[in-house]
């Protein structure tokens, strides 16, 4: 059993910057890679970055330059740092772990981006 559990998301307006959580617990002896994805109303589940074991990061390109991801590998948690948010950043963001040979999910935390 693996347990994510997101925090941090809330309301921001245009340009401001947001820093969101996710702490991995359970069976996670086999932990090799964390991100996120993000899902906006009626658009599918997109991934927005990645961080392995080996603190290997990759981002998509919609989010280059602006979000950062990291990890705190002691305490099993991985930050996502957004800056210069737009209003098309606004999605639940869902933390994702890969865990030997399964992946799990978080239950996702709301990012608004609105004036």
């Known amino acids: 059993q693996v347990q994510l559990v997101e925090s941090g998301g809330g309301l921001v307006q245009p340009g401001g910057s947001l820093r969101v959580s996710c702490a991995a617990s359970g069976s996670i002896f086999s932990l090799y890679v964390m991100g996120w994805y993000r899902q906006a109303p009626g658009k599918q589940r997109e991934l927005v970055a990645t961080?392995?074991?080996?603190?290997?990061?990759n981002y998509a390109d919609s989010v280059k330059g602006r979000f950062t991801i990291s990890r705190d590998t002691a305490k099993n948690t991985v930050y996502l740092q957004m800056n210069s948010l737009k209003p098309e950043d606004t999605a639940v963001y869902y933390c994702?772990?890969?865990?030997?040979?399964?992946?799990?999910w978080g239950q996702g935390t709301q990012v608004t981006v609105s004036s």
């Open positions: 994702n772990a890969g865990v030997g040979p399964r992946y799990y």
């Open positions: 961080i392995t074991k080996g603190g290997s990061k």
